[in-house]
């Protein structure tokens, strides 16, 4: 849905994206990373057209964003950092307005606003004036503009910014149901955010993409194996040695008890092998009772800082 190849913005000798490259496919949910002043909302200005590149291309739907912007325009509802509002006007005026400039149909336009209002919970709000509403609530009337004429594509940057951890919650939930429907790139520095939306992560530094691919395969490749902690109850040594029998286990170590009469227990696998069920089906033999299992891969959080990490750091 989205094609993106070696995209460049310079301003004079400062290179705000370099030779940019990634690709979104039809109703794939992309979390787009970066710290502040890695280049990604002047990607994402480039892909809506908002900015020129100073190489490369961008397409949406197939068509140019150079060459055929307002085709490129119509898929897209873009959320902006800061959004694009009348104060002046109320919510429902504001949102009328924006179906206006986006040429969308007379049939079903009413029908198309009730729904969006409700589906960003500010249909109580349709008559309020946007300079009253709190900065929560201007947020919300952002993110339905964005929303307007049912776009495919819907890019939004910093979409839970200014919110409560209870409005946080409800964008989020949001965001997961457009994805249904929609294709979207969301760029966020809540990353756990990220990690409940996105199907995976593109993570630009200093302009260029440092890494990309889903959160458990960065996991795994920047951890070097998958592992596990076991907490079991039983006899440690009798569970060690079966464990150890695995042939895709790499590497077993003792971490003591953390609960009388328990052991924890960090297993290290071959590669990324998958040892959760050959694990137990060995503590059953074993006859020990698995009390706790949870992946020790690390985080998105974690990614982040490794594959941002400046040398010498």
């Known amino acids: 849905m989205i094609e993106v190849k070696g995209l460049t913005k310079r301003y004079g000798q400062h290179e705000a994206a370099r030779e940019i490259t990634f690709s979104v496919a039809k109703g794939e949910v992309v979390g787009f990373l970066g710290p502040n002043g890695a280049g990604k909302t002047t990607t994402m200005n480039m892909i809506t057209g908002y900015l020129s590149p ?45 179906a206006r400039i986006k040429k969308t149909p007379a049939a079903g336009k009413r029908a198309d606003m009730e729904r969006i209002l409700e589906l960003t919970g500010i249909a109580d709000m349709r008559d309020r004036l946007i300079r009253n509403l709190s900065k929560g609530y201007k947020q919300r009337v952002g993110l339905a503009q964005a929303l307007v004429g049912s776009p495919p594509v819907l890019i939004l940057d910093e979409p839970t910014i200014g919110l409560d951890p209870r409005q946080i919650i409800d964008i ?34 200093h302009g260029r993409i440092v890494a990309s691919d889903t959160i458990g395969n960065l996991s795994r490749k920047l951890a070097g194996s998958a592992g596990l902690t076991i907490r079991f109850e039983g006899a440690e040594n009798a569970a060690i040695a079966e464990i150890r029998g695995i042939p895709d286990v790499a590497k077993v170590s003792s971490m003591g008890s953390r609960e009388p009469g328990t052991c924890d227990v960090r297993i290290q696998s071959r590669g990324n092998a998958d040892v ?9 033999r074993a006859h020990c009772a698995i009390l706790m299992m949870r992946s020790t891969d690390i985080d998105l959080e974690d990614i982040f800082i490794q594959v941002t990490r400046e040398e010498g750091d």
């Open 54 to 98: 100073t190489e490369g291309t961008a397409s949406v739907g197939g068509h140019d964003v150079l060459e055929e912007p307002m085709e490129v325009k119509r898929l897209i509802g873009y959320l902006p950092e800061s959004p694009p509002l009348y104060p002046e006007m109320t919510v429902a005026q504001y949102l009328r307005f924006v």
């Open 172 to 205: 989020r939930n949001l965001i997961r149901d457009l994805g249904r429907e929609h294709t979207i790139v969301l760029s966020s520095h809540i990353l756990p955010e990220v990690t409940a939306v996105c199907g995976r992560v593109i993570i630009i530094h």
């Open 276 to 284: 959760r069920r050959q694990v137990s089906q060995a503590l059953a």
